[in-house]
């Protein structure tokens, strides 16, 4: 079965300080990979997918995320957070077969220090 | 695009009550999914729909919860005799059909209290 592994709950960062947020995966075949965000009131709201090629995917809100399958990790990362960053990140996983069935990892909560 | 809505916001229910909750995914989005989310864990999903067929069902789904897509277009989650257990927010998403491409837009939500 398919799994997704948040170890952090909470990570606290400073206003422009960089950011790496930690996500490991299990799955059986080539994964579909997620990032997901959601803000209080909010649905979620795709950062990137990973589901083949360049391993380094780019996404949107200047957040990226590299593949590595030797790790089975996915991890998302920004160089610089801006306040509006605060939000919960989800990490996801789906099959390539199954459309967007994905199973969710427990989340990241990431506040930003001014 | 109005995006995915859903209605209502919020419920409170007493155990044993039914609810039902509509869902309006993106117009000409033929795929239509339903999550349930507890607090402190990410969405699990429930179930979805490819125009108006169900496809899929999650054994978290019991035989007390119903998805309906009658014509394709707007969705309806039905849950009898509620338990404290299924408070939750549950999550409607929408899609086009197209494989690797495929991209899930979210809705707010319906979050439900059971007391």
């Known amino acids: 079965a398919q799994s997704v592994t948040q170890p952090d709950i909470h990570i606290t960062v400073s206003e422009g300080a960089s950011l790496e947020l930690r996500c490991n995966y299990s799955?059986?075949?080539?994964?579909?990979l997620f990032w997901y965000v959601q803000s209080p009131g909010q649905g979620l709201q795709l950062l990137l997918k990973y589901f083949s090629g360049d391993t380094l995917v780019q996404g949107i809100k200047g957040f990226e995320a590299e593949f590595k399958r030797s790790q089975s990790s996915f991890n998302l990362r920004k160089p610089s957070v801006h306040w509006s960053d605060a939000a919960e990140y989800f990490c996801a996983v789906g099959g390539t077969g199954g459309g967007n069935k994905l199973t969710f990892g427990t989340g990241t909560q990431l506040k930003v220090e001014l | 695009d109005t995006g995915v809505s859903q209605d209502p916001r919020h419920k409170i229910t007493k155990r044993g009550q039914n609810v039902t909750f509509r869902c309006d995914p993106i117009s000409e989005h033929n795929r239509l999914y339903w999550y349930r989310q507890t607090l402190g864990q990410g969405p699990e999903f429930l179930t979805y729909?490819?125009?108006?067929?169900?496809?899929?069902k999650s054994r978290l789904l019991s035989d007390r919860f119903s998805a309906e897509r009658p014509k394709g277009s707007f969705s309806t989650l039905e849950i009898q005799r509620t338990e404290q257990g299924d408070s939750a927010m549950y999550l409607c998403a929408s899609s086009e059909q197209g494989g690797a491409r495929e991209k899930l837009f979210f809705g707010s939500g319906t979050q439900l209290s059971v007391l």
């Open positions: 799955y059986g075949a080539t994964p579909y």
């Open positions: 729909f490819q125009n108006e067929a169900q496809l899929e």
